[in-house]
């Protein structure tokens, strides 16, 4: 059974702190991809990553890092947590183009920031 | 840029009813997804389309696909109250994964 695993379901953090959020595949996925969810703005790319090492900046990367030291694990950082990224984030991996069909998701992280 | 855009966003519909999600793309694109959420879980897949005409159906769900006309349409056949959810429409180009903002589905008994 295929999987994408968050490691953390509900997270509390306080502005300024630095926040970690960790995604491992078990696929051997080379893309991988962190996404957060918001009422009314639907599923927003912050980066992905279509190899180890190498990371492309998505739609909404401003406050965001990330981290792809090993194929089946990708990091999202927040280096100081504000407010504003209250949200549920959500991971994804997939085979590369022409090599699968379906996206894997993780169930989500839900990060409040006090 | 690539831009998914669904329409409506929300619906909200009797049982037994029929109706359709239209999803819109604004570039070529590799492939198209269509994935469920139930309030607060993760995405469930419902249906890849690879190439254009392909129509795929699952129970009371049946997608299909334009590649011309950059559309992809999920029909609701004789919709049953446990179909409300969150539908997205998901496009694939170059690796690059893009949602549409979803369709919030409520069926009314």
């Known amino acids: 059974d295929v999987k994408v695993t968050q490691s953390s379901r509900y997270l509390v953090k306080r502005t300024g702190e630095k926040v970690f959020l960790e995604c491992v595949q078990d696929m051997d996925h080379e893309n991988m991809f962190w996404y957060r969810q918001d009422p009314g703005l639907g599923l927003r790319l912050i980066y992905f990553?279509?190899?180890?090492?190498?990371?492309e900046k998505g739609d909404i990367p401003e406050g965001y890092s990330v981290s792809r030291e090993k194929k089946e694990r990708f990091s999202l950082i927040l280096e100081s947590a504000s407010t504003n990224q209250t949200s549920m984030y959500l991971c994804a991996s997939s085979p590369p183009r022409g090599s699968g069909n379906t996206i894997y998701f993780g169930e989500g992280s839900w990060l409040t920031v006090v | 840029e690539l831009k998914v855009e669904q329409n409506p966003l929300f619906l909200s519909m009797q049982e037994g009813k029929n109706y359709t999600i239209y999803c819109n793309y604004s570039?070529?694109?590799?492939?198209l997804y269509w994935y469920r959420q139930d309030p607060g879980k993760s995405l469930e897949s419902l249906f890849v389309l690879l190439s254009n005409g392909a129509v795929k159906q699952e129970g009371r769900l049946m997608a299909s696909l334009d590649t011309k006309a950059r559309l992809s349409t999920l029909h609701i056949t004789a919709a049953v109250h446990d179909l409300s959810a969150t539908y997205f429409c998901?496009?694939?180009?170059?690796?690059?994964?893009?949602f549409g903002k979803g369709t919030r589905l409520h069926i009314l008994p």
């Open positions: 990553s279509y190899d180890v090492k190498m990371k």
């Open positions: 570039t070529t694109s590799d492939r």
């Open positions: 998901v496009v694939n180009r170059d690796d690059k994964i893009i």
